[in-house]
């Protein structure tokens, strides 16, 4: 069964940092996402990508954070300068045409310290 | 008004016990439902779709009520494995559509 990569599976940097989180989507999907979880919260949608470009961003999809498809296969979610309260499960999602096929990765655990 | 609205639990129930969630979303304009279930940080994991005519997949039956702007689960005959967190889950629609996911309610089985 195809399945959404991500890596790494946990990341801890230093407050003031740049982290890239790095997502490889099902080959033949057309919409690619980012979603986080801070512990014991709800998943938040943060950014959705589609044809090279941000189709929606939430509130929390500030200056900081940026995407990028750098290659045809690769999904990054960049944070420039990470806060303490960065810290949370990132999870990578691609879905096809049609949005029904949503997949999700294993997710990235971002440490802040 | 939270957009996606869940009971957190936990819900502790014996194995082969019957157990029902519920869930209300505030857009009435949202196109599609879902119930997904997220095993203790891990990602969540499609479980089934909402239809408004009701739909069943084994033991699990879900069940929308677009009026009520209502959402529910049924699991039948628990096991040991359905121990979980599940998700109830709400799409506006439209091309690369967001997930709206509610809180999750937890459902701990037991000997």
């Known amino acids: 069964e195809p399945e959404v990569t991500q890596t790494p599976s946990h990341q801890v940097t230093q407050m003031g940092q740049e982290v890239i989180l790095r997502c490889v989507p099902i080959?033949?999907?057309?919409?690619f996402y980012w979603y986080r979880q801070i512990l014991g919260q709800k998943v938040e949608f943060l950014v959705s990508?589609?044809?090279?470009?941000?189709?929606?961003k939430s509130e929390i999809f500030d200056d900081q954070f940026s995407v990028e498809r750098p290659d045809g296969s690769n999904f990054t979610l960049k944070i420039r300068s990470t806060k303490l309260e960065d810290s949370a499960m990132y999870f990578c999602?691609?879905?096809?045409?049609?949005?029904?096929?949503?997949?999700f990765g294993s997710g990235t655990r971002l440490t802040v310290v | 008004r939270k957009e996606v609205e869940q009971d957190p639990g936990p819900f502790n129930v014996p194995e082969g016990a019957t157990v029902a969630f519920n869930c209300t979303y505030s857009?009435?304009?949202?196109?599609?439902f879902f119930w997904y279930r997220q095993d203790c940080r891990k990602e969540p994991k499609l479980l089934m779709s909402?239809?408004?005519s009701g739909n069943e997949d084994g033991r699990f039956t879900a069940q929308l009520n677009r009026a009520s702007q209502y959402i529910s689960l049924l699991i039948r005959d628990s096991k040991l494995s359905d121990s979980a967190t599940y998700l109830c889950?709400?799409?506006?629609?439209?091309?690369?559509?967001?997930?709206?996911f509610g809180t999750g309610t937890r459902l701990q089985v037991t000997l």
């Open positions: 857009n009435s304009a949202s196109q599609s």
């Open positions: 889950v709400v799409n506006m629609g439209g091309t690369a559509s967001k997930l709206t």
């Open positions: 990508f589609y044809n090279n470009e941000i189709s929606e």
């Open positions: 909402v239809y408004s």
């Open positions: 999602a691609s879905s096809g045409r049609d949005s029904y096929g949503y997949t």
């Open positions: 080959s033949n999907h057309l919409y």
